[in-house]
């Protein structure tokens, strides 16, 4: 008899102790939810925050692209080959002549010239001396036997400066009408090939530089 009444005291002693655990256990998972919802809301704020920098930087650095001009692409590719070795009747990728050389950098700007300097020189628009701008085609007549003859191309970069693949020099190079007298002296004339149409055309094909690189 003392053994079935310790028998039922310690059955209802386990079922009152599993009828505490089961009314404490929501609880607990209330207290994770609760903290899971505050981590989750924290979360949310940081990852906002970072989105929100994102969009702040990605705005700044389109606000700093600006359209690239014709001209000054024209420049930086004429430029890129300065030094390249100058060969009678070449066109690249290593070697130019005046007139190959023109004929490479206007074609990557999609400027397309004949291939030597006399069919080039009647291309555009004349341009007379004093009213060269940046990027117009500079033409020469450097034979004797010849002084109103076309042979010889290059193209004006400003202030004075033209760049060009010389054959004295035996490569491309950037002379200065006021320290050059030579060709400015046998200076014809200048052609404007670059057109609204062109300008308008790299626009609206997204060419554009960022600011800090001008």
């Known amino acids: 008899m003392l053994e079935g009444k310790v028998i039922r005291v310690s059955l209802l002693a386990f079922a009152l102790f599993m009828s505490a655990c089961s009314q404490t256990q929501p609880q607990v998972k209330k207290e994770k939810s609760a903290f899971s919802e505050v981590k989750e809301q924290r979360e949310q ?79 555009g628009q004349f341009v007379s001396f004093h009213e060269l701008k940046k990027g117009d085609l500079v033409f020469f007549a450097t034979k004797r036997r010849y002084p109103n003859r076309v042979t010889h191309v290059g193209i004006y970069l400003g202030n004075g400066n033209f760049i060009h693949a010389s054959s004295s020099a035996k490569k491309v190079v950037i002379c200065n009408f006021n320290t050059h007298c030579f060709y400015k002296k046998h200076f014809l004339w200048g052609r404007r090939v670059i057109t609204e149409k062109h300008r308008m055309a790299r626009l609206l094909n997204g060419h554009k530089v960022l600011i800090e690189s001008l």
């Open 45 to 123: 704020q940081i990852n906002l925050t970072k989105l929100s920098i994102n969009s702040e930087k990605t705005s700044i650095q389109k606000e700093n692209w600006v359209p690239l001009k014709v001209e000054d692409e024209i420049e930086w590719n004429a430029k890129a080959l300065l030094g390249y070795k100058y060969v009678w009747g070449a066109t690249g990728p290593n070697n130019y002549d005046c007139s190959g050389f023109t004929r490479k950098v206007f074609g990557d700007v999609g400027i397309y010239l004949p291939r030597v300097s006399r069919d080039q020189a009647k291309e």
